[in-house]
Nanobody, 122 residues
């Protein structure tokens, strides 16, 4: 599986960004895509995830109420719409593919993309 994340950039606090994750080569074993983020000096943090076969996404605490994850099965693409961005959202954002028992279990994702940088200025 290969994942290509894009859409990051520099935005002012309160603004919005839409990240995209293009997935290629996935098999029936790859039933979910998740987004995580990592800021310098901090551990990787789960943001949101969704299964290809389900309309029930799962959001981590940083995303609740502000971010929305969506997918297009035909285009093998997953988006992360981020609104009301804050300076603390500044991080490299990664998408990953796998079959986690729980969507928020980042250790159970097998394939990771290269990341896209999001910088929020205050």
């Amino acid at each position: 599986v290969q994942l290509q994340a894009s859409g990051g950039g520099l935005v002012q606090a309160g603004g919005s960004l839409r990240l995209s994750c293009a997935v290629s080569g996935r098999s029936f074993n790859d039933d979910a895509v998740g987004w995580s983020r990592q800021a310098p000096g901090l551990d990787r943090e789960f943001v949101a995830a969704i299964r290809w076969s389900s309309n029930s996404p799962y959001y981590g605490d940083p995303a609740k109420g502000r971010f929305t994850i969506a997918r297009d099965n035909a285009r093998n693409t997953v988006w992360l719409q981020m609104n009301s961005l804050k300076a603390e959202d500044t991080a490299a954002y990664y998408c990953a593919s796998g079959s986690p028992s729980r969507l928020q279990s980042t250790l159970e994702y097998d394939s990771w993309g290269q990341g896209t940088q999001v910088t929020v200025s205050s």
